[in-house]
């Protein structure tokens, strides 16, 4: 009894034993992820909501190495981070251009001119995604953001500054919806 004691006690101060998984509208994310060798953590889920029906799109995992509330600190931080859509719809390609150049533009703000040619790369990327599928944009230091369909990377962007716009798009002052931030931030999601 003693020994299963000190067992069980060694597991929870290690965090050792297999990732625990969270879950919004059906979707599983696991606690955590190794990228490069680095523990990120599960931040939060959120739940895209769009147009005033509020049809359910995506839900979205925000990974990284520190939890934390603040969306514009996780955004800025020069440390690994990523952001993982799990589609509860299908989106087309020319949709999800759209979205994300539209909240692109809000989240770079006066970074804009500068930023946009590489935010063209990006969308030159975006698939068109169906109900399941995934997709995930993960910022490496140095490396810059590595964009991915599934377990297919379609390319990096380099530049600190692209991503912090980019993640802002969740993180920033005008996310596509509040639920969406809230959620990601530790918040409820749904």
């Given at each position: 009894m003693r020994r299963l004691f000190f067992s069980i006690l060694s597991i929870a101060l290690l965090g050792a034993g297999p990732a625990q998984a969270r879950q919004c509208r059906g979707?599983?994310?696991p606690?955590?992820?190794?990228?490069d060798g680095k523990q990120l953590q599960l931040n939060g889920m959120g739940l895209r909501e769009a147009t005033l029906l509020n049809i359910d799109v995506y839900v979205a995992g925000l990974y990284v190495q520190q939890r934390s509330s603040d969306g514009k600190k996780i955004a800025s931080s020069e440390s690994t981070k990523q952001v993982k859509l799990v589609l509860l719809r299908d989106v087309s390609h020319q949709d999800l251009a759209e979205q994300l150049g539209t909240y692109f533009r809000y989240a770079a703000g006066r970074d804009y001119d500068k930023l946009k040619a590489r935010f063209e790369r990006l969308s030159g990327f975006l698939p068109t995604l169906h109900a399941?599928?995934?997709f995930s944009v993960t910022y490496r230091p140095g490396d810059g953001l590595e964009v991915r369909h599934g377990k297919k990377k379609l390319g990096t962007i380099p530049g600190a500054d692209f991503a912090r716009a980019i993640f802002s798009i969740w993180l920033g002052d005008k996310p596509p919806n509040e639920g969406l931030k809230q959620g990601m931030l530790g918040g409820a999601c749904g």
């Open positions: 979707v599983d994310m606690d955590r992820l190794d990228i399941g599928d995934t």
